[in-house]
T-cell receptor
């Protein structure tokens, strides 16, 4: 069974802090991972993709992938109240579909 | 540029009715996907098209669900004899990649259709 697991949260952080979101996956086959942000009542919005071990930075966002330990994480620096949303982790398991976790709800308070 | 669009945005159906949900992918995107998202859950894969060919329909929950993409652009997801358990948000996504090996790469989602079956 191919799975992606996330803590549902909520994860509460103060404005300006670093938010750390984590995701584990069950099968070493998966090659590519994606982080989506989903505001309440809206559709998922792609914010980061990562394909190889290590870190990938894009503005305030850093994705980290560790294939040996089968986890992927997303760091959000200088968190803002507008970052409050559900963050979905997804892996593709080298197939034609994305397997999503249940999402972690992030709350950034002023 | 234009993103993925879906219609209707909201649909209320009485149990037993048939419904049709439409997706317009990003222009030029080869791959099109349908996902179902229940409240508080992540999206779950339903089916995948590469151009007009339906290459994977392993996620369709029953034979009441049918999808097509006859000309390789617009797609329709049809649900026959709707049941209350069909109530969910139906998301369409598209991707510019066409290869199956090595995954599909980035997928871009439309706004979804919220289906409520009474």
């Amino acid at each position: 069974q191919k799975e992606v697991e996330q803590n549902s949260g909520p994860l509460s952080v103060p404005e300006g802090a670093i938010a750390s979101l984590n995701c584990t996956y069950s099968d070493r086959v998966s090659q590519s991972f994606f982080w989506y942000r989903q505001y309440s009542g809206k559709s998922p919005e792609l914010i980061m993709s990562i394909y190889s071990n290590g870190d990938k930075e894009d503005g305030r966002f850093t994705a980290q992938l560790n294939k040996a330990s089968q986890y992927v994480s997303l760091l959000i620096r200088d968190s803002q109240p507008s970052d409050s949303a559900t963050y979905l982790c997804a892996g593709d398991y080298n197939t034609d579909k994305l397997i999503f976790g249940t999402g972690t709800r992030l709350q950034v308070f002023p | 540029g234009a993103g993925v669009s879906q219609s209707p945005r909201y649909k209320v159906a009485k149990r037993g009715q048939d419904v049709a949900l439409r997706c317009d992918p990003i222009s030029g995107h080869v791959s099109l996907f349908w996902y179902q998202q229940a409240l508080g859950q992540g999206p779950e894969f339903l089916t995948y098209f590469q151009n007009e060919a339906q290459l994977d329909k392993s996620g369709l929950p029953s034979d009441r669900f049918f999808a097509e993409r006859p000309e390789g652009s617009v797609s329709t997801l049809k649900i026959q004899r709707t049941q209350q358990e069909d109530s969910a948000v139906y998301l369409c996504a598209s991707s510019p990649r066409s290869g199956l090996a090595g995954g599909q790469g980035e997928q871009f989602f439309g706004p979804g259709t919220r289906l409520t079956v009474l």
